[in-house]
């Protein structure tokens, strides 16, 4: 149990186009999830909080306009990535919480590599 | 500012013996602790937490040590197999808010024959 899926698991853009990434939970309605950024050798970075039926909350330097995230229902969330620029190339990893457990357990998806050429 | 901090970026042990990865933070607010493993291509998936009231937790081969006032905290896996070989990042979380990860930079374990 507690499947979280990404799709696409990789995506190559042009620079100024938008790409959208889903992450959806498979087996568990996850009333929160989270957008993660990780660079190359980085930490993973959180970019935002994904409420169901509520507007994102993001972290700071993390631009909302960019970045929209909608989480329009209980197993899918969407991050679009806004007028893709090279320096947004990265790797995109999606995580739900399941309120059936613990509040401190995140599911992970596989993530989805950007590239912006 | 990286809160969490994984200084070694990698670790070689061999089949059998024990891994002792590291993790120190900076931030005393965080009380809960967590161990993800990341195979390549793949999402972290959750090993071993430990909240901050405690000093070691234990499941099977994998034991957390957490050092309070030395702002550290460490992984031990044993004995270590192949199939250990991984990402390891440590996470942290202060209590109330809504879950809120922050991560280390992570250790990549390779176990040898």
């Known amino acids: 149990g507690a499947v979280v899926s990404q799709h696409p698991s990789w995506v190559i853009c042009k620079s100024g186009t938008s790409v959208k990434i889903e992450c959806r939970s498979l087996?568990?309605?996850?009333?929160?999830m989270f957008w993660y950024r990780q660079f190359p050798k980085q930490s993973l970075m959180l970019m935002a909080t994904?409420?169901?039926?509520?507007?994102?909350?993001?972290e700071q330097g993390v631009e909302k306009d960019k970045f929209l995230i909608n989480h329009a229902s209980l197993t899918l969330s969407t991050l679009t990535v806004t007028s893709a620029h090279p320096e947004d190339s990265s790797f995109y990893i999606c995580?739900?919480?399941?309120?059936?457990?613990?509040?401190?357990?995140?599911?992970f998806g596989p993530g989805t590599r950007l590239t912006v050429l | 500012d990286q809160q969490v901090k994984q200084n070694s970026p990698s670790l070689s042990v061999q089949e059998g013996r024990i891994s002792i990865l590291n993790c120190d933070y900076t931030?005393?607010?965080?009380?809960?602790f967590l161990w993800y493993k990341k195979y390549p291509a793949e999402g972290p998936t959750f090993l071993i937490s430990?909240?901050?009231?405690?000093d070691k937790n234990e499941d099977g081969r994998f034991t957390v040590f957490l050092n309070k006032s030395a702002k550290h905290l460490s992984l031990h896996i044993v004995p270590s197999q192949p199939g250990d070989s991984a990402v390891y990042f440590c996470?942290?979380?202060?209590?109330?808010?809504?879950?809120?990860?922050?991560f280390g930079t992570g250790t990549r374990l390779q176990v040898t024959l």
């Open positions: 995580s739900a919480r399941d309120p059936q457990r613990k509040a401190d357990e995140q599911f």
């Open positions: 931030n005393s607010m965080f009380d809960y």
């Open positions: 994904s409420n169901e039926g509520s507007k994102a909350t993001y």
């Open positions: 087996d568990f309605q996850a009333t929160t």
């Open positions: 430990i909240s901050s009231i405690k």
């Open positions: 996470a942290a979380r202060v209590t109330g808010t809504a879950s809120k990860l922050t």
